[in-house]
C-alpha cells in the first residue's frame, strides 16, 4: 500500500487499491525548451506512476500541453509576424512539444512508442503509459465548460469583455477558496478586485480570467469565436479542470501532480472551478507537489535566466558518457527527496555520473533479478532510502528505468574453443598459479587477461572467462 503526502490536508495518506488510478499532470507550456528544472517534475510524477506500478494499482496517466497562452501567443507573433493566426500558433507550439517529448523519452519518463497525443474526436487509448492533451484540441469543451459555469452563476462577463470566475459567489457555496494553500488563506483578504494574467501573487484574492477577450495588438489573429463568450480564448487555469473531465469521462481525480509553484493561483484556481460543478469534494483527491530544482540557491526559471536544457549539459570527459548523461541527471534527482528543494551543479551531476556507472557495473555483478521487491518508495516516495536499501540492478530497473536484461549480453560467455591461444595460455598459467596458492601471481594474471578484454571468473567447475562489459 502506497502512503503519500497530500498537500490538500498536509498529511501522509494512504492511496487505496481500487479498479484504476486517474492519474493527472500539470504539463508544459510549449513555447521554449523545457529546463531540468521542470524535468525534475515529470520525472518525480513518473515515479509516483512506477511506484504506483510496482504496487499493483492501475494508473491512467493524463498530461495537459499548453498551447496557448500569453507566452505562446508572444512567440508565434515573434515567429510569424503581426498577423499570426492559430494555425501558425500550432506550428509554433509543435515545435517545442516535438522537443519536450524527446526530453521525456530521453530521461526515461515515457519512450516515443508509450504515449498518445490526444486529437478531437479520438477515443483515448489507456494501452499507453500516458495521454497528452494539447489545449487547443478541446477550445469547444471549454467554451462548454465556462458557459456552464455562467449558467449556475460562477462566472460573469465583464465590462472587458472577458468572462471571471467570481470567487465571492464560490465562497457563498464553499467557503474553501485557497485550501490547499492554507487554512487560513481566506481570512483578512479583500475579495472582488479582477485579474487578467494568468500569474499573480497571492496578496489579494482576484476573480481570474476564464475566457480573455480578444486583443488584437497583443494577439495578432489569435482567438475563437464563441456566441456566449464572444472572441478570444481561455485562461491558463481553466484547461486543467478541462482536460481532467475529459482525460477521466468525468470521474473524479485520484492523484494530481505539478510543482508547488502550481499551488496558487493554478491548482487553487482549477479547484474551485471544478468543485463549482461537480460539488465538493469531487474534483481530486490527493495533491502531490513537488519541490523546485535551484541554482545558487535561487530556483531555477526561464525569466530568472537562471536554466540550463538537457542539451546544454556536459558530460564529463570519457567516451561512454554521452549516453548515461540524461540516466545521470534522473539518478542525481533521485538521491534528494521530491519534497525537499535541490541544488544543481554540474559537480553534482558528474558525481551522480560516476555513482550511476558503479552501479551498471554492480549491477552485472548481481545478474538478473526476476522478482523486483523495492524498499523504501511506499513511504511517500523515499527515493534516497530505496538508493540505499535496494539492489544495484533494483534501482536501475525500478528507479531509472534502464533494463539490465537488455545489458547483459547472452554471449559475453566464451567457450575454451573460442579463446584466442594467449588468453588460453595466461588461463593456464592462471591455474597453475593457483594450485600452488600463488595468489599474488594469479591476481596478476587476471589482470593480463582484463587487459586483453576479458574477465575470468572462478567457479565450481574452474575458470570461465566472459568478455568485459562494455559500459
Ligand atoms: P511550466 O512549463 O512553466 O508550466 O512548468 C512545468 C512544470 O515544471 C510545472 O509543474 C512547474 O511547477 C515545474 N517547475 C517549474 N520550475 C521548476 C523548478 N525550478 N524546479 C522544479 N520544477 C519546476
Ligand atoms: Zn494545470
Not at 481570474?208 to 478570444?232: M, N, R, V
Not at 549516453?323 to 533521485?334: D, E, I
Request: charge should be negative; proline fraction near 3%; hydrophobic fraction near 35%.
Amino acid at each position: 500500500m502506497l502512503k503519500l503526502y497530500n498537500t490538500l490536508s498536509r498529511k501522509i495518506e494512504e492511496v487505496p487499491q481500487k479498479d484504476h488510478i486517474n492519474l493527472y499532470t500539470c504539463g508544459p507550456t510549449v513555447y521554449n525548451y523545457a529546463h531540468i528544472g521542470n524535468l525534475r517534475s515529470y520525472i518525480m510524477a513518473d515515479l509516483l506512476y512506477r511506484t504506483l506500478k510496482y504496487d499493483g494499482y492501475k494508473p491512467k496517466w493524463v498530461m495537459n500541453i499548453t498551447d496557448i497562452d500569453d507566452k505562446t501567443i508572444k512567440g508565434a507573433i515573434t515567429k510569424f509576424g503581426n498577423k499570426a493566426t492559430v494555425e501558425n500558433l500550432r506550428e509554433f507550439t509543435q515545435f517545442y512539444l516535438d522537443e519536450f517529448l524527446k526530453d521525456l523519452s530521453e530521461v526515461n519518463v515515457v519512450s516515443s512508442e508509450d504515449y498518445q497525443i490526444y486529437q478531437p474526436g479520438q477515443a483515448l487509448d489507456f494501452s499507453k503509459k500516458l495521454i497528452f492533451i494539447r489545449v487547443t484540441d478541446v477550445i469547444k469543451e471549454t467554451q462548454d465548460f465556462i458557459v456552464e459555469l455562467i449558467n449556475k452563476g460562477y462566472a460573469y462577463k465583464a465590462d472587458d469583455g472577458s468572462t471571471y470566475f467570481s470567487i465571492e459567489k464560490y465562497q457563498k457555496g464553499f467557503d474553501d477558496y485557497g485550501a490547499l494553500v492554507g487554512e487560513k488563506f481566506i481570512e483578512g483578504k479583500k475579495v472582488g478586485a479582477r485579474v487578467a494574467v494568468d500569474e499573480y501573487e497571492k496578496d489579494n484574492l482576484s476573480d481570474f480570467a476564464l475566457w480573455k477577450a480578444w486583443d488584437e495588438a497583443s494577439d495578432a489573429q489569435i482567438f475563437w469565436d464563441h456566441s456566449t463568450l464572444g472572441k478570444g480564448r481561455p485562461g491558463w487555469h481553466i484547461e486543467c479542470s478541462v482536460i481532467n473531465k475529459i482525460g477521466f469521462n468525468g470521474e473524479p481525480t485520484d492523484i494530481h501532480t505539478g510543482g508547488v509553484d502550481l499551488i496558487f493561483p493554478h491548482h487553487t484556481n482549477e479547484i474551485a472551478q471544478s468543485q463549482a460543478l461537480f460539488g465538493k469534494g469531487n474534483f481530486v483527491h490527493h495533491w502531490f507537489h513537488s519541490e523546485h530544482l535551484l541554482v545558487d540557491g535561487k530556483k531555477m526559471s526561464k525569466s530568472a535566466g537562471n536554466f540550463y536544457v538537457l542539451k546544454d549539459l556536459k558530460p564529463i570527459n570519457s567516451y561512454h558518457l554521452d549516453k548515461y548523461q540524461p540516466y545521470a541527471l534522473r539518478y542525481l534527482f533521485l538521491q534528494a527527496h521530491y519534497r525537499v528543494q535541490q541544488n544543481f551543479t554540474q559537480k553534482s551531476l558528474d558525481a551522480s555520473h560516476n555513482g550511476l556507472l558503479g552501479l551498471i557495473v554492480s549491477a552485472h555483478k548481481d545478474g538478473v533479478i526476476s522478482d523486483l521487491r523495492l524498499v523504501g518508495l511506499d513511504n511517500d516516495l523515499n527515493s534516497p532510502l530505496a538508493i540505499s536499501e535496494n539492489k544495484p540492478s533494483e534501482i536501475l530497473e525500478a528507479l531509472i528505468g534502464i533494463s539490465v536484461k537488455s545489458m547483459i549480453d547472452p554471449n559475453r560467455l566464451v567457450s575454451d574453443d573460442e579463446l584466442s591461444a594467449d588468453i588460453k595460455s595466461l588461463k593456464k598459467e592462471r591455474e597453475t598459479a593457483k594450485n600452488q596458492k600463488d595468489f599474488k601471481k594469479s591476481d596478476e594474471l587476471r589482470k593480463q587477461i582484463e587487459d586483453l578484454g576479458y574477465e575470468v571468473m572462478d567457479t565450481p567447475e574452474g575458470q570461465k572467462v566472459k568478455k568485459k562489459l562494455q559500459i
